[in-house]
């Protein structure tokens, strides 16, 4: 079996762990209360067997979580150019909450313009935080505000999302037809490669340029709510991709990963996270988005368009959806 015996010398000093996946048979599910926020859907490819004598069988997986058992990692998409992850706004904020035990992954996205309090600075739109103190400014604003204890998180840049994807070797994404003339626009903007267009609507394989560029699509259909849904689809396609690939291919695709991201999650800890998580043998992928229409009105505070939240809402939301 392969152990931690691999060694990357300085691999893990900032740690790479974007879940990666391919969605080929996957079904779509009506969320329950949160119909008009969630996506639902569940992979139900058979993964090559890999179940060896630490194989999740054993009676605890049918016991009520009580949310021990939930790991929760902060993914964070910087708006930034340059590779020092010193700059920018946190232009993608999503909640990644694992259930090890019953294959439950939450995916809850925060929207950027959410006006929130900043641990010693003032009020502001939620992702000036990263802008201010980096991901740990964001992680304690995120935990302050909606009642979590998230300590783990991973931050990328643009072109580090585009190795990662390219590394992965592209994603499966349903473009709509509305969607088509933006994301070939986005790709001019980033100053891309008209080769890279997207000539039809359906089902593509994208590359990391488009996957950028489609998660970046906000000037159609519902603005920034729309945008975080990209996000989430596309997050679910990595996560797809990841789960049909073979426990022995981990370290090596972590390792390309490892100069395009910064996180706080350690060596030892992120093959663990990825052998526990391999064990499973059915994922569920949930998502949200936070403020919902209800808990979270668009106003205009100190000459900011914003969007004010309902604190108490918005955790009610949140802990239900997660636990």
């Known amino acids: 079996m392969l152990m931690l015996t691999i060694t990357y010398p300085d691999l893990f000093f900032i740690e790479s ?3 990666p996946l391919n969605k080929n048979s996957i079904e779509v ?14 992979y139900r490819d058979d993964k090559e067997n890999f179940q060896k004598a630490d194989k999740l069988d054993n009676p605890s997986l049918k016991k009520e979580n009580n949310g021990e058992d939930i790991e929760h990692i902060l993914l964070i998409g910087i ?23 019953d294959g439950d992954i939450k995916l809850t996205s925060i929207m950027r313009d959410t006006y929130v309090k900043i641990p010693r600075y003032k009020n502001n739109r939620i992702n000036t935080a990263y802008a201010f103190g980096g991901a740990e400014l964001l992680k304690d604003t995120v935990n302050n505000n909606f009642n979590l204890n998230v300590d783990k998180y991973v931050v990328i840049d643009f072109r580090g999302f585009e190795k990662v994807i390219d ?13 088509l003339k933006e994301l070939n626009r986005c790709i001019v903007e980033l100053g891309g ?15 990391g340029e488009q996957a ?29 991709k990841v789960e049909k690939m073979k426990f022995s291919q981990y370290p090596k695709v972590i390792a390309s990963m490892y100069p395009y991201v910064k996180t706080n999650i350690s060596n030892t800890e992120s093959l663990r996270l990825i052998y526990s998580y391999y064990n499973v043998k059915d994922w569920k992928v949930e998502s949200m988005q936070i403020p919902t229409d209800e808990s979270g009105k668009p106003k205009l505070i100190n000459s900011m368009w914003v969007i004010d939240p309902d604190i108490e809402e918005c955790i009610k939301f949140i802990q239900e959806f997660i636990k």
């Open 17 to 19: 762990h974007a879940n």
């Open 29 to 42: 599910v009506d969320s329950l209360p949160y119909a008009k926020y969630m996506k639902s859907t569940r």
């Open 79 to 101: 708006d930034s150019r340059r590779r020092d992850f010193k700059n920018g706004r946190a232009d993608t904020i999503i909640l990644a909450s694992i259930n090890k035990l």
């Open 167 to 179: 590394i992965l070797g592209g994603i499966e994404v349903d473009i709509k037809k509305h969607e």
């Open 193 to 207: 490669s008209r080769t890279n267009f997207v000539r039809q609507r359906g089902l593509n394989h994208l590359n």
């Open 212 to 240: 950028l560029t489609y998660c970046r699509i906000r000037k159609v259909g519902n603005g920034d709510y729309d945008r975080t849904e990209r996000q989430r689809r596309v997050l679910q396609s990595i996560i797809a």
